[in-house]
T-cell receptor, first 112, second 119 residues
């Protein structure tokens, strides 16, 4: 059974801090890993990673994948209160159920 | 707005009643997914369609659940004889499968969800 584990489950930091969110996975026939941001609504897409060692970057957010060690990290620099959300990691394996397998998410709170 | 839409956004029903939700995907997307999300958990895959064909069903989808996508456009998810354990957010997502290795095929775009409360 595919498994995605995120850590920490919750994190409270001050505005301006840098945070690193972790995602490890065990899946058959790995295809891609995706990061989503979820506020009080549906998840919104952030990144999709398919190759090891290639950093994806969007503004203050960046992510990288290690397919050998089976994990990914999501970095947020110079955090702002608007970054407060649940960050979900999901893996598409292409085997068994064809949907995404999600982790439980990291609940990030940015204090002013 | 050309995103994924879902209707209704909220539904309160009594145990034992049937409910039906609708999802309208992004118009050019041929893949449509249903997920269920409970508090403190990530979304859990339920089923997906490629065009009108239902290609996969999770074991989470009991016999009381049925989904259709009759013309390959919108989809409906029906829950019969609802139970309190069915209370959750039901999310719909869509993606575009152009070729088997197309980058865009794995980027799923989510709708706002239908929050179901069974009393």
């Amino acid at each position: 059974e595919d498994k995605v584990v995120q850590s920490p489950l919750s994190l409270v930091v001050h505005e301006g801090d840098t945070v690193t969110l972790n995602c490890s996975y065990e899946v058959t026939n790995f295809r891609s890993l995706l990061w989503y941001k979820q506020e009080k609504k549906a998840p919104t897409f952030l990144f999709m990673l398919t190759s090891s060692g290639i950093e994806k970057k969007s503004g203050r957010l960046s992510s990288i994948l290690d397919k050998k060690e089976l994990f990914s990290i999501l970095n947020i620099t110079a955090t702002q209160t608007g970054d407060s959300a649940v960050y979900l990691c999901a893996v598409y394996s292409g085997g068994g159920a064809d949907g995404l397998t999600f982790g439980k998410g990291t609940h990030l709170i940015i204090q002013p | 707005d050309t995103g994924v839409s879902q209707d209704p956004r909220h539904k309160i029903t009594k145990r034992g009643q049937n409910v039906t939700f609708r999802c309208d995907p992004i118009s050019e997307h041929n893949r449509l997914y249903w997920y269920r999300q409970t508090l403190g958990q990530g979304p859990e895959f339920l089923t997906y369609f490629q065009n009108e064909a239902q290609l996969e069903k999770s074991r989470l989808l009991s016999d009381r659940f049925s989904a259709e996508r009759p013309k390959g456009s919108f989809s409906t998810l029906e829950i019969q004889r609802t139970e309190q354990g069915d209370s959750a957010m039901y999310l719909c997502a869509s993606s575009s499968l152009t070729t088997p290795l197309a980058r865009s095929s794995y980027e799923q775009y989510f709708g706002p969800g239908t929050r179901l409360t069974v009393t």
